[in-house]
């Protein structure tokens, strides 16, 4: 497990935005120091969360927020009696998201270093290799691993929880609009993880590719903001798996059909529709969240 610790609630509040992207984590504590705390105060709190932890096999890591600080004084001091446990600095949500996601810690730590060096423009660095076979073994079904609806496109859980959990190879973006748009293709650009291919296409353009078998191979996590892209791409021929509807944000007229899901009348009637001709749709917004029926959950909040 990892115990967060930092002055003030900066790590209480870094996990909080973690949750945010991830969903609840269980193998993660906090601890904050304050006035008019001392070390032995933090020490008894390390000692509180090691003792009282689910699995006392569980290796445990402490992540301070500065080195030298009390709280990275203290975990020292703990870590005396407990030479199992290991103590980084450099707390960041970045870090933390790195961490959350399943990375290792030394990997993490060096990954969040490259990514912060990056930002620098004094030395540009060569992007990694697409990933190998290892990594994203090769899809002979079809190319659509999985849909999602959210109006968000990529973000943090798409680019750190979703493309990891299902190998993805290519992120496709299919809206008519951003693809007239410069700044919004520099945008999903950014976002786009390292080694994963990008297409940002017009509904017309992604069913002719698909179809022809362009993508045959690899591993596509398809991303639209609005059900009704979908459903020019049914009647292009194009066969979809289930749907993810994800994200759908508020707007004028919409109602609130789940935490993360708003919806028009037009919205739902092409739902409707869509699922007449035997298309399923599911509500998921994290990997490690329960699948929901989502047609049965719009119809039932409609009533």
Known sequence: MYILASHGD???QTLKSCEMITGELTNFATVSFKDPMGIDDVVK?????????????EEVIIIADI?????ANAASTFIAEHPDVKLYSGLSLMLTLSLATGTPAEEAISQT?????SNIKKKPKKQ???PNKETAPVNTGNPLVNV????RLIHGQVATMWTRSLNTTRIMVVDDQIVTSKVQKATLKTAVPAGIHLSILTAKGAAERINSGQ???QRVLLLVKKPQILAQLVSAGVKLPAVNVGNMSMSQGARQVAKSVAVTDEDTATFNQMAEKGIEFYHQMVPNDKQE???SMLNKKEN
């Open 293 to 295: 029926p989502f047609i």
């Open 45 to 57: 709190c390390y000692e509180d969360i090691y003792q009282n932890r689910q699995d006392s096999a």
């Open 128 to 130: 990694p290799a697409a």
């Open 10 to 12: 900066y790590a209480k």
């Open 113 to 117: 270093i490259e990514l912060m060096e």
């Open 215 to 217: 993508y045959n191979g």
């Open 67 to 71: 080195p030298n600080g009390t709280p």
């Open 148 to 151: 999602r609806i959210d109006s």
